[in-house]
């Protein structure tokens, strides 16, 4: 058998599939839809790292068996391009973010396209685009209408070389998944949605999934945090004034073990103890919360 030269075959065939434009998704209604849809690459680095192909191989053997089996495959890919991650890189290589934004995408565009990977490059999308993100603008806006967008003071895990905020999903260990920077729980004013509206409705429609894997869906369901619980109000002992009185406000899943409560523990960011801290400075003043 004569050698397999990669180099000249994956080099003419993708030629040959630019050319005739052959992943390139039509609104035919002739055959059955299929939507395949990766996780956009964030081009906040020079290139890919392996963990990327590892997923966008799987998709793409995926993509191609639906092809074969006679789907019109839509698989687009995009960029998510918009955020702090950028500006880091543009700070850290002197480079306006935007121009970074534009080189770290040819370079990955040109690596994945070496891949022969079956997207329909006609509908690429950039986030950092005004013609993207104008939609996102205006969602936000009507979730803003609705009241579901909402200003809050939250502490939030802050990573202080990077500059920015992480989810908990991005954390390792405490650690910043990024640059294994120690993690540090600041409060911070911003913008929340109240997703918490929603958490029925996302738990019920869990069960419209059977063909998603258990553990997935336990994932959901611990990322949605639903429990069900009471709020319970301690007063705080030393309230002069009764128009005055404090509460400790306190949430539990567990009323029936309440009985056994002997204190309370306040978390350093809460509003309370400052005022507690104050007061409690004063000489010979020793406070019981609860
Ligand atoms: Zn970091």
């Avoid at 918009?82 to 121009?99: D, M, V």
Wanted: proline share 6%; with cysteine; net charge neutral.
């Amino acid at each position: 058998m004569e050698k397999y030269n990669h180099g000249e075959i994956e080099k003419k065939w993708q030629k040959k599939w630019a050319e005739t434009n052959i992943y390139r998704a039509t609104e035919s209604q002739e055959k059955p839809k299929y939507y395949v849809l990766d996780m956009f690459p964030y081009p906040s680095g020079a290139g890919l790292h392996v963990g990327h192909p590892k997923g966008y191989i799987a998709t793409d053997v995926f993509a191609r068996m639906k092809m074969m089996q006679g789907f019109n495959v839509l698989h687009p890919m995009g960029w998510d391009a918009f955020g702090l991650p950028a500006e880091n890189y543009a700070i850290k290589n002197k480079i306006h973010p935007r121009i970074a934004v534009e080189q770290n995408i040819a370079a990955f565009k040109s690596q994945l396209e070496k891949f022969g990977f079956t997207y329909d490059w006609d509908r690429e999308i950039n986030t950092s685009e005004p013609r993207f993100y104008r939609w996102t603008q205006w969602i936000f806006l009507q979730l803003f209408k609705q009241g579901l967008a909402y200003q809050s003071k939250e502490p939030i895990n802050w990573c202080p070389s990077c500059k920015t905020g992480l989810a908990n999903e991005d954390l390792e260990g405490g650690k910043c998944e990024r640059c294994g920077s120690e993690i540090e729980r600041k409060p911070m004013r911003q913008w929340v949605l109240k997703i918490t509206d929603y958490a029925d409705r996302l738990l019920a429609d869990l069960q419209e999934l059977p063909d998603w894997e258990e553990s997935i869906k336990e994932m959901q369901k611990n990322w949605i945090g639903k429990s069900e619980g009471a709020t319970i109000k301690f007063p705080i002992s030393d309230s002069k004034n009764p128009n005055d009185q404090k509460y400790l406000e306190v949430f539990t899943t567990r009323l029936d073990t309440i009985y056994g409560c002997t204190y309370c523990v306040v978390a350093p960011e809460h509003p309370l103890l400052l005022e507690l801290g104050e007061r409690m400075q004063k000489p010979g003043r020793g406070r019981k919360i609860c």
